[in-house]
């Protein structure tokens, strides 16, 4: 019987091992330096030589009614859907998960987990002039295997306009050869990572949301459990004790997009008021929020050796949390639909609470409900807790908190619902329901099945050490 590379450890080393060949060095430099990239004259727009990859572009958003009804700010504009894609395969009928080690640029941290392709339309037609992405035929040829998952998925709609990926998972029968950089993981062991800083990235998260947990975990789940797993599984599991019913949750978002408004309007980047644009950084006035910086590249293991671009770099660490309660025995989570800019059908699902704290300490901009009861929630009540990466490929170290807080409070804010783990990850069968932020809590959920309550601590210090 053919079996994988064996185990969480030996792919853990495999990282350390991968440190001698596959990296990136990024320093930053000004934008006006910038090799293959130029600003346009009349608009400030940068984009590459070829036309291809991406643009750095100026909008005026306009939601009236909204807690900040009105403001200007830079935005990426990558308007090619990109592949994100994750091979399974059964070994002794226990599915395991081909996952590759990257290194991107905007990486505090070098090697992290990522999705067996990660690639963007520019990337696998080869603009970039360097080699071809590994294992994308399983994906572009899908009709030749069982496809377990896929549809089109939003990214971060306030820094991405209308951005888009394909997330896929993709099982095959037959052998598949194993590269460097490589290795097949189960999803009890993709779980113990999630619970460590910094490691599985923003990518790969998506893609994991996505994941059937109860089927691919097996067996295992039906061992003696305390009662919040227990009402976990029985979220996940489609039990019909919930709060709301799938038609009326749906109504409820469909209203919520029927009445809001979002014009969106270019706007030069040299005129965007209240950002400073001086050729090096565009920075607003304000010093919160986020630059646009440019960054020089060299790489190892990766396609191309050396580029420069420019990128979006968060000023702090961002916040997105679910507060999570019990309803007769089912785990619920609160929902908020949330309005940015870039998404492509006006609002999706997003977590209780997404934000960057830092921007509110000034009192300016109005306090996202229920901040405080999540921060200042008693270390008992707090369920999940882990600094997480956002996609390196287009943020320069910029990161967010994911919690998951459990709480007794029943009530049901305004712009709020509690919605079941099955009726959100039902919705997540098709595009644009629910924000990456959310399927980054939906992923990290599984861990709080996977790995027991006295064991998360050692398992997360473990892996933690290996991973650095």
């Known amino acids: 019987m053919e079996h994988p590379t064996p185990g969480l450890a030996d792919f853990l080393a495999s990282v350390e091992s991968a440190r001698n060949w596959m990296f990136t060095k990024a ?39 909204g807690a900040v009804p009105r403001w200007r700010q830079p935005i990426i504009h990558q308007p090619e859907v990109g592949v994100l894609g994750i091979l399974t395969r059964r ?35 080869r603009v970039h002039g360097g080699s071809a992405v590994p294992y994308l035929e399983y994906f572009r040829e899908h009709q030749r295997h069982r496809v377990v998952y896929d549809a089109r998925q939003s990214e971060q709609g306030s820094w991405f306009l209308r951005k888009r990926n394909r997330n896929m998972i993709v099982e095959v029968d037959g052998r598949v050869p194993v590269l460097d950089g490589f290795g097949w993981l189960t999803a009890a062991e993709l779980h113990h990572l999630l619970r460590v800083e910094d490691l599985v990235n923003m990518d790969a998260r998506s893609v994991l949301s996505c994941l059937p947990v109860l089927e691919a975990l097996g067996p295992t789940v039906a061992l003696d459990r305390d009662e919040f797993t227990l009402s976990l599984i029985r979220s996940l599991s489609g039990d019909p004790r919930s709060v709301h019913g799938t038609p009326e949750l749906l109504s409820w978002i469909t209203d919520v997009r029927t009445r809001t408004d979002v014009e969106l309007r270019p706007v030069p980047l040299t005129e965007l008021s209240g950002w400073h644009h001086d050729g090096d950084v565009i920075s607003h006035e304000s010093g919160r929020f986020f630059d646009v910086v440019g960054v020089r590249v060299e790489a190892g293991g990766r396609e191309v050796g050396r580029w420069d671009q420019p990128m979006i770099a968060a000023r702090d660490v961002g916040l997105a949390a679910f507060l999570v309660t019990r309803v007769h025995g089912v785990l619920h989570v609160l929902v908020s ?72 409070d029943l009530v049901e804010h305004p712009g709020f619902r509690w ?25 990290a959920m599984g861990s709080l099945i996977t790995t027991p309550a006295p064991a998360r601590d050692l398992v997360a210090a473990g892996v933690k050490g290996a991973a650095r």
């Open 337 to 408: 639909t949330r309005v940015e800019p870039g998404f492509s059908d006006v609002a999706e699902l997003a977590p209780t609470v997404q934000c960057t704290p830092e921007n509110h300490v000034l009192g300016d901009i109005p306090k996202p409900p229920l901040l405080d009861e999540v921060l200042g929630a008693p270390p008992g009540a707090v369920r999940y807790d882990t600094v997480l990466s956002e996609e390196g490929g287009r943020f320069f170290h910029t990161r967010n908190r994911y919690l998951v807080v459990e709480t007794d």
């Open 91 to 125: 070994f002794d009928g226990v599915p395991h998960y081909l996952m590759q080690l990257k290194a991107e640029p905007g990486n505090r941290n070098g090697i992290q987990v990522s999705p067996t392709v990660q690639a963007t339309r520019s990337n696998y037609t």
């Open 27 to 65: 320093r930053r430099v000004p934008l006006r330096e910038l090799e293959q990239w130029r600003a346009d004259p009349g608009t400030g727009v940068i984009r590459h030589a070829s036309g291809k990859f991406f643009t750095i572009e100026g909008v005026e958003v306009h939601v009236p009614g």
């Open 419 to 443: 919605m079941t783990l099955h009726q959100l990850t039902g919705l997540l069968r098709h595009s644009h329901y629910v924000n990456v932020q959310a399927r980054t809590l939906l992923a």
